[in-house]
């Protein structure tokens, strides 16, 4: 079945990406299709599955030599074939990208902000603890203060105790005196976290994967290339947002925010593609013992159930 030129469009332009970063995107396929079914895969059939994305053989080596080097994976030599493996650092900073990613957006909010203050954390952690804090979606509200109104907080602890600066940090509770919001806080919302430029990546991202869910939404049945390489462009695409998305409610967004919509077309992509393309990883992937084992069940609480 030939695919339709939405998704042609789609797969093509992502192809001839020039600031395609190879790193990112085998990351993304680990944590989006492999760490589900086990974390391990021959190196070969890893250069297999990522050809059709542009990448050839020796950009797909060097990544992953790359990704070696930096923590997130270890090799393991069985005769002439390797086989990379997710590190258990590498796993933790899955875990904490899993929330932000797959899980559903949370809607309910007191009105009380949750404040880190750093003053007291050694300075040469307090540039790291800020930046890990910014992947949670902390902003800072001043040099020595980060704030978010509903942040995550098992992941926050965990940022906490890795860096070992638990007893180090403040945390405390606030809230806007009268109102949860105002027209200062409103406006302080909007410059520490840059959400105008946020916006426009949002509507960017509904005009390239609307005409491609038209597509799939249109069809009985999708060959599982096409569905794994949809489903991997958009899960890439959709990361780099939403790991830059602070999550704030819907109290703090501006009117025209476009991030709810850009969830609710990735959910629904996601569950119509995610099927044929497990097929596609199963047919492709290898492990040392064979093909990949069935997905976890965590797998399927994605996006509130799949």
């Known amino acids: 079945m030939t695919r339709s030129r939405s998704i042609d469009a789609l797969i093509e332009e992502f192809r001839d990406r020039r600031s395609l970063r190879a790193t990112s995107l085998i990351i993304s396929v680990y944590g989006d299709a492999i760490a589900p079914r086990g974390g391990t895969v021959w190196l070969g059939s890893l250069i297999k599955l990522l050809a059709p994305l542009g990448l050839n053989e020796r950009l797909v080596r060097t990544s992953v030599y790359r990704l070696s080097k930096e923590g997130w994976l270890s090799s393991e030599q069985i005769g002439r074939r390797s086989y990379y493996t997710l590190t258990r650092s590498g796993w933790r900073s899955f875990e904490r990208a899993y929330e932000r990613v797959y899980s559903e957006p949370r809607v309910s909010w007191d ?4 404040l880190v203050l750093t003053a007291n ?3 040469r952690k307090r540039e790291t603890l800020r930046k890990e804090l910014s ?8 040099n020595d203060m980060l704030a978010h109104p509903l942040p995550p907080h098992a992941a926050l602890t965990s940022v906490l105790q890795d860096l070992d600066v ?3 940090v403040v945390l405390m509770r606030a809230r806007n005196d009268g109102l949860p919001t105002s027209a200062p806080l409103n406006r302080l919302v909007r410059e520490c976290w840059n959400l105008e430029a946020l916006g426009v990546q949002y509507a960017g991202f509904l005009d390239r994967f609307r005409p491609v869910w038209r597509a799939v939404n249109s069809r009985t049945t999708l060959d599982p290339q096409s569905a794994f390489l949809i489903r991997t462009v958009l ?3 959709i990361r ?4 830059r998305d602070p999550q704030l409610p819907d109290d703090v967004l501006p009117g025209d925010w476009h991030g709810a919509a850009a969830r609710l077309l990735c959910r629904n992509l996601y569950r119509a593609t995610y099927r044929q393309a ?3 990883l199963g047919d492709v992937l290898e492990t040392a013992d064979g093909p990949l084992p069935q997905p976890a069940a965590y797998f399927y609480e994605r996006f509130g159930g799949l």
């Open 111 to 114: 009105g009380e902000w949750t």
């Open 278 to 280: 497990e097929v596609y």
């Open 121 to 123: 954390v050694p300075q």
């Open 135 to 142: 992947t949670l979606g902390f902003g800072a509200f001043s």
């Open 240 to 243: 780099r947002l939403l790991l």
């Open 166 to 168: 638990q007893r180090r």
């Open 235 to 237: 899960i890439h695409e």
